[in-house]
């Protein structure tokens, strides 16, 4: 199965890439402009599926820019699912969990009515609807909270380095305590959906996160826990930021569907483990005779 992936070089199209190797086809955004129904159609051809990861993401920015937003994120996906569907090709369309408005106190499902808050959780609803409507052979995969090796370039890296390089130069750190959500290994994610298509799943949503949920505060503790970091902490209300754009309290997500087929993510705390190994950082829980201790990986 042939595979294009549009934003390839982005946080989890660039882990995507790398799952489906060979059979990969990668399109940055040199290469193809979603919001250009002709670039579209030029562009894709000869591959049996794609996977549009092409994303405005930019939270705030898209309150102040909502036509930039709403041009990515749902015409965008309106073009890649026309062609899709003109040339009987499968469509993937990555979504997030913005599309809720946390108002449910208990990890969203796949048939949770979605209600965005926000410019750009509605920009992504519209571009599911956009790629249901215009797409027959369809998933809608909705991951929340990314981190990857590659960082997102919209938001300049992702939340673990940005608290691995304040604590490196020992300022004060405040995370907000009031929002929920599920962390996610982009490196998980990109596997699961290689398996939601070679595996032929139905066409469908599908919530694509790491198991289990916490606060922004929490994976931070978490973070320095690994790492065994005394950083200066503290917890602030959401509220207290004035951020242009509304977040969800709670959108943590879990996947019924994906149980159902007999597929499981993995929790976030050995994602994130396994991330900073990964990356090269010292790691608390490293085991070596005797019990636990530091170790560096080169």
């Known amino acids: 199965m042939k595979v294009a992936i549009i934003g390839s070089t982005g946080q989890l199209g660039s882990d995507i890439l790398d799952v489906f190797g060979e059979k990969a086809l990668p399109l940055s955004h040199d290469e193809i402009e979603v919001k250009d129904i002709a670039s579209c159609r030029r562009v894709l051809k000869n591959v049996d599926a794609v996977i549009n990861c092409a994303a405005y993401v930019k939270v705030d920015d898209s309150e102040g820019h909502p036509e930039e937003a709403f041009m990515v994120n ?42 965005p808050i926000n410019i750009y959780g509605l920009s992504k609803y519209a571009g599911e609807i956009l790629t249901r409507n ?98 200066k902490l503290f917890p602030i209300k959401s509220d207290a930021l004035n951020r242009k754009a509304k977040r969800p309290k709670f959108s943590a997500l879990e996947s019924t569907k994906l149980t159902s087929f007999g597929l499981r993510m993995r929790n976030w705390e050995d994602a994130l483990e396994d991330y900073l190994i990964e990356k090269g950082y010292y790691i608390k829980t490293c085991h070596a005779e005797g019990g636990l201790d530091l170790c560096c990986l080169e």
Not at 78 to 103: H, P, W
Request: charged share 25%; hydrophobic share 35%.
């Open 74 to 115: 749902a015409v965008g996906a309106r073009n890649v699912a026309l062609v899709c569907n003109e040339n009987q090709m499968k469509n993937v369309y990555i979504s997030t969990d913005f599309v809720f408005d946390g108002n449910k106190k208990t990890p969203y499902q796949e048939d949770d009515p979605p209600n």
């Open 134 to 231: 215009y797409c027959r052979s369809f998933y809608i995969i909705r991951s929340a909270s990314l981190f990857g090796r590659k960082g997102a370039r919209g938001k300049g890296g992702n939340f673990v380095e940005w608290m691995i390089k304040k604590a490196s130069n020992n300022e004060i750190i405040k995370v907000v305590d009031d929002i929920v959500m599920s962390p996610t290994y982009t490196r998980d994610a990109a596997k699961m959906i290689q398996n939601i298509m070679e595996r032929k799943l139905p066409y469908g949503i599908y919530h694509v996160t790491n198991q289990g949920c916490c606060s922004w505060l929490e994976f931070a503790k978490e973070i320095f826990e690994f790492l065994d970091i005394d950083a």
